[in-house]
């Protein structure tokens, strides 16, 4: 694998005098580019040592290092001036030159880099493998396979004992179209730690696992990173330390759509099913009304976003008077999420799964907790259940 280092300058002279310096090896490639040029070639700069002559730029030197970001860069200048090397180091330059280091210092720094380098390489082919598994999205390092993740960090949390919190992120149903692609983990994962992990479980929805925290500390480090979204967000949190996966997830989904339903904007706020109208057949009409205007955009929205992209796997619905249903269907399995409406007092989702490792649950809600952002929760760990175990039986 060759090594790839960019030299940039506005000084002409300054690409000869330095490459005399360097102990090429025949795998080296060296890239000569002006400020200007350096810009229009982002796509080398991942994965080189880059080597900037700061000499009479600073300021274009300062805002270049800042737009590098993790690649390893080299500040070359004529005078050590140690406030500005203190600002190219603090923006993230790895280390500093100048005419007064001697070769073998030069080569010793350059080393360094061209190993910092060769790790950033190796990282970006294990991400392009990850993306290509579905394990991480294209465009952030977020964990598609949530119940993989969560599962084998919980062994790791409970045998060492280490506090954690599991967050539920979600907008609510007024709000999660009005956001960009990518928005919301786009922040979340500048605000958080490395070693904290950012998954996804549906178009918008998130479970963050926070190490090393309680749930104050996490609802503090929330409440910074919501000011920096603009639409209405919320979470849920859940100690992680002592629990099982399916314990957790259920805990961390419904502080979070307790959360919802309590908040101004809720769908259902402000269509309180407990006023019993006087009318009994206008009650009871308004009442079907309103748990139908939760399920069938619900179930179309589903549709929607898996029409023709399940592969080999059927996704069709059907609606009765008191009952919903939402079948998936593969070579193998067959899987059914039934909603019954047995009378005022509850609502029933039953999961029936055919397959051979899959179990059958219910779920039941009282009409005051049942809204559309619980419903497509239910509905979109029902159908990645459905796509794990399809796959497994075709593997």
């Not at 490639?29 to 600073?58: M, P």
């Not at 809720?266 to 009318?279: G, H, K, V």
């Not at 009409?367 to 239910?378: A, C």
Request: aromatic share 12%; proline share 2%; with cysteine.
């Amino acid at each position: 694998m060759s090594n790839k280092i960019i030299l940039v300058s506005e000084d002409l002279n300054f690409f000869e005098y330095f490459i005399q310096k360097l102990r090429l090896r025949k795998s080296d490639e060296i890239f000569r580019f002006s400020f200007e040029k350096l810009v229009s070639n982002f796509h080398l700069v991942n994965t080189s040592v880059i080597i900037l002559n700061a000499d009479n730029n600073f300021e274009n030197s300062l805002e270049i290092l800042k737009l590098i970001n993790e690649a390893p860069c080299i500040i070359f200048s004529l005078n050590e001036i140690q406030t500005k090397k203190n600002k190219f180091l603090k923006n993230g330059a790895i280390d500093f030159i100048t005419p007064f280091n001697t070769e073998e210092e030069i080569n010793q720094k350059l080393n360094i880099a061209l190993k910092i380098s060769s790790y950033l390489d190796k990282k970006e082919h294990y991400r392009k493998f990850l993306i290509k598994g579905g394990i991480i999205s294209e465009n952030n390092e977020v964990y598609l396979d949530y119940k993989s993740i969560i599962e084998s960090e919980l062994e790791r949390i409970n045998s060492n004992s280490i506090p954690a919190v599991l967050v539920a992120i979600s907008p609510n149903e007024k709000t999660k179209f009005l956001l960009q692609a990518n928005q919301i983990e786009t922040v979340i994962l500048n605000q958080v730690r490395k070693n904290d992990i950012l998954m996804n479980y549906a178009a918008n929805k998130y479970f963050l696992l926070l190490f090393n925290i309680n749930i104050e500390t996490a609802q503090k480090l929330w409440e910074n990173i919501k000011k920096q979204i603009p639409e209405n967000i919320y979470a849920g949190f859940a100690n992680a330390l002592y629990k099982k996966r399916e314990n957790l997830i259920s805990e961390v989904l419904n502080n979070l759509h307790e959360t919802i339903n309590n908040s101004k904007n809720s769908l259902t706020q402000d269509e309180n099913f407990s006023d019993l109208n006087n009318n009994f057949k206008n009650f009871r009409q308004n009442y079907e009304k309103k748990i139908k205007n939760i399920i069938i955009p619900v179930f179309y929205q589903i549709q929607q976003k898996y029409n023709k992209k399940l592969w080999d796997i059927n996704l069709t619905e059907e609606a009765t008077k008191d009952t919903y249903l939402l079948n998936v269907k593969s070579k193998y399995n067959r899987g059914v999420l039934r909603i019954t409406i047995p009378g005022f007092s509850i609502i029933n989702i039953d999961i029936e799964y055919y397959g051979k490792s899959l179990k059958n649950k219910r779920i039941s809600y009282a009409p005051e907790e049942f809204e559309s952002g619980v419903l497509e929760d239910i509905i979109e760990q029902f159908i990645n259940e459905f796509k794990k175990e399809t796959k497994n039986d075709n593997t």
